[in-house]
């Protein structure tokens, strides 16, 4: 048995790239930030490492709302690719997560007045 999955937690650094290449086919790209630390000779280091997290059809959509800043969890699986570099004129690595489900953990907006006036109008009519 096999098993490939991550689960991360962190904050977006940039606003979500979102990628269309055919009406089929959208790719988002998010970099998530998540941050360890930890205590040396008394005083703490904190650490902050970057993730490239690659969404794909549908969560695309999703994703592509995403704003920088926002604190999110996200699954799926460890992938690396490798590409030929035109700056160093090699072959490079590149570590992603494969995202398969994104959950938003900002706290909600609250909504306008007048919104939520309208709501309540709705959950009345609903209700008789």
């Known amino acids: 048995m096999y098993q490939n999955k991550v689960t991360l937690i962190g904050f977006l650094g940039s606003n979500a790239e979102a990628r269309t290449n055919s009406p089929d086919f959208s790719v988002t790209t ?62 490079q690595r590149v570590w992603e997560i494969k995202v398969d489900s994104i959950l938003k953990l900002d706290r909600a907006e609250k909504a306008a007045p007048e919104e939520q006036d309208n709501d309540d109008a709705i959950r009345d009519e609903a209700a008789a």
Do not use: N
Not at 47 to 56: D, I, S
Not at 64 to 85: M, N, Y
């Open 30 to 91: 998010l970099s998530l930030a998540t941050k360890s630390s930890y205590k040396k000779d008394g005083k703490y280091i904190s650490h902050t490492e970057w993730h490239r997290c690659v969404v794909f059809g549908k969560l695309s959509e999703f994703a592509g709302t995403l704003k920088k800043g926002a604190h999110i969890q996200v699954e799926g699986e460890l992938r690396s690719r490798e590409f030929d570099s035109k700056k160093t004129d090699s072959k």
